[in-house]
DNA sequence: CTACCGATTGACT
DNA sequence: GTCAATCGGTAGA
């Protein structure tokens, strides 16, 4: 069942492998309106400790209070007017998320269209703020149970998660610190990653960019 | 209360 | 490529 919820062991787990995790998953949305889902393109980490660009770096704050709670929740802030999605991460008590930066548009498109205003399938959920506005993601969801499997939660998707795509990395998009962390994780080529250009991997030969072998993960591996 | 800032976007040169 | 709208969050008086 692609719409399966994932659960909350699958968040507990380091934010940069969660985040990572994400990519190929799929964001659903129920809401009056009717159903949207998309399949995750681009997620960014941010980290418990020794991280300026993390929302959590100076402490609890009623805007963070949420990054604070147990893993599986979404945190929803706004920024300039718009707002952006969040996956907590980690055992409660270790303040970090991912944030979701863009989906590439599966069910629901038309329900996006209306609610972006705009026809052009790129510009509907290529960007944080984006998304949201075409899942309909707002305030309200802050603190919103992503493991409950209904009104909004990411699930495990296809077997095949990643059908033979590059995972690249890079710096984080926008913030104005921490330039030195590659938590950024995309899948290479892929047109629905925002930023600029997002070329196709040239087969058999190493890029710039291109995720290396990662070291072993701290904790066991999830099978979802 | 005021002042400042930003994990963005869209319009424009 | 540049730039500013726009407003919630935060810190500080």
Redesign the pocket.
């Known amino acids: 069942m692609s719409a399966q919820p994932l659960s909350r062991r699958f968040y507990a787990r380091d934010v940069a492998v969660v985040a990572r995790d994400l990519l190929g998953r799929l964001l659903w949305r129920e809401s009056a309106d009717g159903v949207t889902s998309g399949r995750i393109v681009e997620v ?1 980490a ?1 980290l418990p400790e020794g991280d300026t ?4 770096f ?2 609890p ?4 209070a949420t ?1 604070f709670g147990p893993p599986g929740r979404a ?1 929803v ?6 707002w ?1 999605l ?1 996956a907590v991460t980690e055992p409660e008590g270790s303040a970090c ?1 991912v ?1 979701i ?1 863009a989906v590439e548009p599966a069910a629901g498109v038309e329900l996006m269209r209306a609610r ?1 205003r ?1 026809e052009a399938l790129l ?1 509907l959920a ?6 949201c ?1 075409a899942f309909a993601i707002d ?1 309200a969801l802050d603190g919103w149970d992503l493991t409950r499997g209904e009104q909004l939660w990411i699930a495990r998707g296809p077997r095949s998660r990643l059908a033979g795509e590059q995972v690249a990395v890079s710096p ?6 921490a330039h030195d962390l590659l938590l950024r994780y995309y899948l290479a080529g892929n047109r629905f990653v ?1 930023g ?1 250009r997002n070329p196709k991997p040239e087969s058999s030969k190493r890029r710039a960019g291109e995720l290396q072998p990662q070291p072993a993960t701290r904790r066991g591996k999830v099978n979802e």
Do not use: D, F, K
């Not at 660009?53 to 959590?56: D, N, P, R, V």
């Not at 984080?172 to 610190?177: A, D, F, L, Q």
């Open positions: 960014e941010y660009a993390c929302h959590a100076r402490g704050t009623r805007r963070n990054m945190y802030y706004a920024i300039h007017s718009r952006c969040n998320a944030l930066r972006r705009r510009e290529r960007g944080p703020a984006r998304l506005e305030r984080r998009i926008g913030v104005t610190s925002s600029r």
